[in-house]
């Protein structure tokens, strides 16, 4: 086999064997522990009959003391004490399911594990009984998947393809990130570190993945870094939700003999499995637009209890996308910059679109903007071509952020476009149909690293996102008349009709609704008495002339029926007199109400001047309600304006197609 591509057709071909016991969509649950179980066998044969035989000797030690033994003698940090391998299980056909549950628990705890979250014992019995398992366990032993013939990265990529296709129709996001995204968001985590660090002989780093699905960025990772510097180790971590992925992530982990330990299930929005850890790189890929909302009693909880002293300080955004929380979590795990670790952190993250704009100021979205920009972690943004994932072609973006920018790009926020930056595939994967070549990665980066003013990039400072947020009010204006029109009115406002109701019950309540229709019609009455074609322009004199006819009649009312007779009896009328709240106090007219945003580095007193008082003379601003919000609008920045063609343009190329049309027309008829 040349390619991953082989390999995956090659086991692909064995799940196409279980067609009929098993639907399409249900293959991994067979074909992945089995992968990652010949792998694991694979590693193991050259020192299988030496384990077998030290096991014998130390049998008398329990499990957690004779581990360290015996993994010292198959050279890995997990061994296998049973006697059966692939080849000897098929030896056995009538017993291959018993001998295959004795070979898998014949592995240390840890093998165990990764092999307990695939629930593989259930197909067992399922193979077993449909005639299946001794064909699929032979066809598995025909193929070759051991770390010098499979490496890391080809197996990361066998494993995704797999998954790919078992997973059609997964959620836009979800899943897998192409490698070469991968390569090209290492490159630009690692890009502004310095050389003398990266080359440092010996240097011990972390790298961190909150979504880490199968371990793919962990490993392109790893690869770049010891590329960098041989005598380097990344040391990788990762949380993961889906066990299966969580299996393969782990069982990678374990055969590069690194800490499969460093892999941890569970949702990491609400179970945090690293609580206390800070790392050096953080990197991920978390899904898009999932909602929250099954599991969002924890993260409200956090966000209230513990504020800034939690992962959630700065708000949570809309129960229908995670994404920013996601952000926020990774933020929480850079370690601070100190004498001792002046680098601080560097984090590389995908998201789609909607955390660049999606909520308004003082929402959950544009305060986490505000405190990533306001606290300047933002180093730049990139946006990528469209269908480069598996399973969603919508626009995506990577962000940089760092608490330790460079003396010359602090305070400032790079913008690149690269959504040309790719070439179409020969052959689409799902709705992946383009790809970003090498020298495409070299030249973004390239890009991405010079952050000079350029057709594909712009250059921000990061109050440039920022605006304020302010609502203008227009003073309220009424006129008042009482006609039997607006007395109609008045008989339906709320305030009027409440008086005929009560809460009370029985002969009490029946006695007060009664008493309450009495009062209804004595204001009727009153004010019936006041009809004329006269129109009050001032609320405060006809609010008088109300009061006196109702003192002369020998009538209370409240501050709600008053209420009410005014807005029944009034009308907008822009001559009119303004309403007042008090004796200083403009009341002001929410019809008219209207807001403005106003960029940050904008006077609000100078920009009110020249673009609203000229065309409403009477307007303010609310100052109380001034809310500052942050957006991005990357692709604003980059627009570029396509004239429209000439009307005779358009009308030359439609008689064109008409002759066109009609010639084709006579040869049908002919």
């Known amino acids: ?32 522990p089995l992968a990652v179980l010949r792998r694991f066998d694979c590693v193991l044969e050259s020192t299988k009959e030496e384990v077998l035989a030290k096991a014998d000797q130390f049998s008398s030690m329990s499990e957690e003391a004779r581990e360290p033994i ?72 025909q193929i070759d998947l051991h770390p010098e013939t499979v490496s890391n990265i080809e197996m990361g990529y066998v494993f995704e393809e797999l998954i790919r296709r078992f997973n059609e129709n997964a959620e836009a996001g979800d899943h897998y990130t192409p490698r070469e995204v991968i390569t090209l968001m290492t490159h630009l985590l690692f890009l502004h570190d310095d050389a003398s660090v990266l080359t440092k002989p010996g240097l011990t780093q972390t790298l961190y993945d909150c979504a880490a699905g199968t371990g793919g960025m962990g490993s392109v990772a790893q690869d770049y870094l010891s590329s960098q510097n041989p005598t380097a180790h990344l040391e990788f971590f990762g949380q993961e939700i889906n066990p299966e992925s969580y299996a393969i992530c782990k069982a990678d982990l374990l055969i590069k003999g690194e800490d499969a330990r460093n892999i941890r299930l569970g949702n990491t929005l609400s179970n945090d499995q690293f609580s206390r850890e800070k790392f050096d790189y953080l990197i991920s890929n978390p899904p898009y637009g999932v909602d929250w909302k099954s599991y969002e009693k924890p993260i409200k909880e956090e966000h209230a209890q513990q504020g800034f002293s939690g992962r959630f300080g700065p708000g949570t955004p809309r129960t229908s996308d995670g994404q920013l929380l996601f952000l926020l979590h990774l933020l929480s795990k850079m370690k601070p910059v100190t004498p001792e670790n002046p680098q601080g952190s560097r984090l590389a993250i995908i998201m789609n679109g909607s955390p660049l704009f999606t909520g308004d100021a003082g929402s ?27 399973n969603t072609g919508i626009s995506t973006y990577i ?25 179409k595939m020969k052959k689409s994967m799902g709705s992946k149909r383009n790809e ?12 991405y690293g010079d952050a000079q003013p350029h057709e594909n990039v712009k250059i921000f400072d990061n109050e440039d996102f920022g605006y304020s947020k302010i609502i203008v009010e227009r003073p309220l204006r009424l006129n008042f008349q009482v006609r039997e029109a607006r007395l109609g009115r008045v008989a339906e406002e709320k305030g009027f009709v409440n008086l005929a109701t009560s809460k009370k019950k029985g002969d009490a309540g029946h006695f007060e609704v009664e008493e309450g229709k009495k009062l209804q019609t004595q204001i009727l009455f009153v004010l019936r008495t006041l009809e004329s074609d006269k129109v009050y322009k001032n609320r405060d004199e006809f609010t008088k002339v109300l009061k006196a006819a109702f ?5 209370k009312i409240g501050a709600p029926v008053l209420k009410a007779i005014l807005v029944g009896l009034s009308e907008k009328d822009e001559t009119a007199d303004v309403c007042m709240k008090n004796k200083t106090e403009i009341e002001p007219d929410s019809d008219l109400r209207d807001t403005e945003v106003v960029p940050l580095k904008e006077n609000i007193e100078d920009y009110f001047a020249r673009e609203v008082l000229p065309h409403v003379p009477d307007a303010w ?36 197609l008409e002759v066109e049309i009609s010639e084709q027309l006579k040869k049908v008829m002919e």
């Open 70 to 141: 015996l993994n010292r003698i198959s050279k890995q940090n997990f061994h296998n004490t049973s006697k059966y391998d692939f080849s000897k299980l098929l030896t056995d056909s009538d017993n291959i399911a018993d001998n295959l549950r004795d070979y898998i628990n014949g592995f240390s705890k840890v093998a165990r594990d990764i092999m307990d979250h695939f629930d593989f014992d259930r197909q067992i019995d399922k193979l077993d009984q449909n005639d299946l398992l001794y064909l699929t366990i032979k066809r598995f032993s």
């Open 621 to 656: 601003i609310d100052e109380t309600k001034t809310k500052i919000g942050y957006e991005i609008p990357f692709t604003r920045q980059f627009y570029k304006y396509t004239a429209l063609r000439s009307s005779s343009e358009i009308m030359n190329e439609i008689r064109m």
């Open 364 to 390: 959950g979205e544009s305060e986490i903007r505000k405190y990533v920009l306001e606290n300047d972690l933002v180093e730049g943004i990139v946006a990528l071509p469209n269908d480069l994932f598996y």
């Open 551 to 555: 003192k002369e009649a020998d009538i």
């Open 1 to 32: 086999m040349i390619n991953f591509q082989d390999k995956v057709s090659f086991i692909w071909s064995i799940a196409e064997v279980l067609r009929g016991p098993y639907k399409p969509e249900d293959y991994g649950k067979t074909v992945l």
């Open 399 to 423: 962000w940089i952020l760092t608490n330790n920018k460079s003396p010359l790009h602090k305070g400032k926020v790079r913008l690149v476009n690269a959504v040309d930056f790719s070439k």
């Open 436 to 447: 970003i070549t090498e020298e495409q990665i070299n030249e973004i980066v390239r890009l």
